[in-house]
Every structure is written in structure tokens, then in C-alpha cells.
């Protein structure tokens, strides 16, 4: 004769009932800690019965298991259903790595911006710590604020650097992981990235924007146009007349006003020649095809020389233009810089600003 509790047939059912709700290796379980010592944490998992951590779960972090006290409410996962005790084992290490990596998947997923902890630094850029996990953060990746600006690129000079950041917080984007690699990498200049394309919005070409020089070069200057948008002067777009060394004329710290000529890429470039007069306009008024000229060399390179035909007019002798006794020969072998000699005008290019010429 069966005999019926509760709606329950009998303890077989009763055990069999309570054996389907177990739970599995690898759960996730939330419990209250109930007794600490120094050979275990005694966790209390409710209906799940009662677990324990071993002390080796805390060897790489001490300080964790000494700042646990009872009552304290923790996430662990199950590692065994039952060990040779007769507890559950637990470890809060795997369970905060796995809500880690679940944190992380869903940061990334919504595209959003974290503050993470640079907690040491190698050749390659810094090594950061998110939600327990260590990450990445390449050279590539940081901000031009932070980016460290090394001659040369000497790789010693770079890491020191960056020992300066060691401890301090970063506001980054997580822009790749993968758990079963323990691979995580982020990005510093991912969020100054989306902050410009939004200034980049506001811009259009033609317009006449004030910014601040940050850095000048052999090729240009580099222009703060916001706290999220830089911009570039060419040295060709510096004057008319030839430059040759742009931080002769261009100087960091100096503010200025500039067109922006080009968009394309992503990228603001600025014009400081285009807000003065085109002497090209009038170009086809003072020169002629086949007419000759005595042109002053400013500059000389395999491809040819850049010759001085006015101030703002700016000409080009190229290389096979460049005869010695019947045949072409290195442009350097013929003219010198400053030094003057008879050409003619070849083609004249007034909108693309080119004038050619072969010597006489």
C-alpha cells in the first residue's frame, strides 16, 4: 500500500524530486558565509545545501579572504557536488572570473566607457585590470594625451614613459576579448575616436575655424581644434611662397585661424594660404607658355627642383628637363640652391598651381 504526504507518494519520490533540483559543477550560487578559519570558509547555500572554500582559493589574493567575515553574502561556483567532507566545494575565484567575463561581454556589447586600473607596464603598452581581469591596453591604443612622445622611437625611453601611469585610472572601451583565451583589449583612444566623428559632424569644408597649434614639423602642424578634434596644416598649405622649415613660421602654443580644405578619412585639413590672396588667379598675366624666365633655386631632389619665378610663384624643373652635353643627368650635377639660371615655361597648370619648365 502506498502511503501519500503532501501530495508525494513516497520517499523515493521525495529523494528523487529533491535530487532534480541539485545543482550542477560549474553554477553559479549566491550563499552566506557562516564560519571562518584557516583551513576553510564555510559558505551556507540554502536549499543547496552548505559549501566550503578551500584556502587556496585565496593564495593569489590574501587580502580577500581576510576581509570576508560571517554574514557576509557571496557568489560562488560549484565545483564539486560533493567532496570527500561531504560539502559542496566552492570556489569564489571561478565565480567572479566567469560574472567577470559576463560583465565584460555586456560592457562591450553596449558599447560603454569604464574606468580600469593600470597595474604595471611592458614594451608594448600597459597591462590594466577590469572587474578582476587583466587586460591590455597597446601604444596604438591610448590617446594622444597619454601617447608618450619618444625621439626615435627607442623602445627603453618608451617604458619609462609610461611608468608614470602605473596605478592611475584610465577611461577606456573594451574593443575585443575572448574568455576561453583569457584574452581582453582595450582602448583609450576608441572614445576620442567616437567623440570626433560627432565634432566631425559639425564641420564642413570651406569653413573658417580657430584652433591651437600642438606640434609642428618637418611636414606641417598639428592643430587643436576641441578637446576631441585635431586637425593638420601641410606645410604646402602653410603660405604661397615656399617653406622650408614650417616651425620657422608656425610655433606650438600659437592660436590661429585656417579654412578646412579636406574631410575625406576621418580627417580635418586646414589651409593658413587659403584665407590670403591667389596670386595663381592672375598667374596667365605674367607668364606664357614658351616664355622665358631667369628662376632662382630654393630646393633640389632626385625628382627635380622647385625654382622661384615670383615670391608666391613657385615652378618645377623635373629631372628629365635636366640635360648636361646632350643627355639627362643628375639635376645636381646642373643647378644648386640659390643659384639662379635661364629656364622656360613648359605648362602652366593654374588649377592645380603647376608650372614646368626645362632649362634653356
Not at 94 to 100: D, I, P, S, Y
Not at 346 to 355: M, P
Request: net charge negative; with cysteine; aromatic share 6%.
Amino acid at each position: 500500500m502506498e502511503i501519500v504526504q503532501n501530495g508525494i507518494k513516497s520517499m523515493k519520490d521525495l529523494l528523487a524530486k529533491e535530487e532534480f533540483y541539485l545543482p550542477k559543477a560549474g553554477s553559479i550560487l549566491q550563499g552566506q558565509v557562516i564560519n571562518i578559519s584557516k583551513s576553510s570558509v564555510i559558505v551556507d547555500l540554502g536549499s543547496a545545501g552548505i559549501g566550503i572554500v578551500y584556502p587556496g582559493e585565496f593564495y593569489d589574493n590574501p587580502e580577500r579572504m581576510r576581509s570576508l567575515k560571517r554574514g557576509d553574502t557571496v557568489s560562488t561556483m560549484l565545483i564539486e557536488l560533493e567532496n570527500e567532507d561531504g560539502y559542496r566545494e566552492l570556489s569564489l575565484r571561478a565565480a567572479q572570473m566567469t560574472t567577470a567575463w559576463q560583465d565584460i561581454k555586456e560592457k562591450m556589447d553596449k558599447d560603454e566607457v569604464v574606468t580600469t586600473t593600470i597595474v604595471n607596464i611592458n614594451k608594448g603598452g600597459l597591462i590594466v585590470e577590469l572587474s578582476g581581469v587583466q587586460g591590455f591596453l597597446p601604444l596604438s591604443q591610448l590617446s594622444s594625451e597619454h601617447y608618450p612622445k619618444v625621439e626615435g622611437g627607442d623602445i627603453t625611453k618608451i617604458v619609462q614613459a609610461l611608468q608614470k601611469f602605473k596605478g592611475q585610472e584610465f577611461k577606456v572601451k573594451i574593443i575585443d576579448f575572448s574568455e576561453s583565451e583569457n584574452r581582453l583589449i582595450v582602448s583609450e583612444k576608441a572614445i576620442s575616436e567616437d567623440l570626433a566623428k560627432e565634432e566631425l559632424k559639425k564641420l564642413t569644408v570651406g569653413e573658417i575655424i580657430e584652433g591651437e597649434i600642438t606640434e609642428v614639423t618637418d611636414f606641417g602642424a598639428f592643430v587643436k581644434l576641441n578637446d576631441s578634434l585635431d586637425a593638420l596644416i601641410h606645410s604646402s598649405e602653410i603660405d604661397w611662397k615656399f617653406i622650408e622649415d614650417p616651425r620657422e613660421i608656425l610655433h606650438t602654443g600659437e592660436k590661429i585661424k585656417a579654412k578646412i580644405i579636406n574631410l575625406d578619412g576621418g580627417r580635418v585639413s586646414l589651409s593658413l594660404k587659403a584665407l590670403k590672396e591667389n596670386p595663381w588667379e592672375k598667374v596667365e598675366e605674367k607668364f606664357q607658355v614658351g616664355q622665358k624666365v631667369k628662376c632662382k633655386v630654393i630646393k633640389v631632389r632626385p625628382s627635380g627642383a622647385f625654382v622661384e619665378l615670383t615670391p608666391n610663384i613657385i615652378g618645377f624643373l623635373p629631372a628629365e628637363e635636366v640635360i648636361k652635353d646632350g643627355k639627362p643627368t643628375r639635376t645636381t650635377d646642373v643647378v644648386q640652391p640659390d643659384g639662379e639660371y635661364a629656364m622656360a615655361i613648359v605648362s602652366i597648370d593654374v588649377k592645380d598651381h603647376k608650372i614646368v619648365l626645362t632649362l634653356e
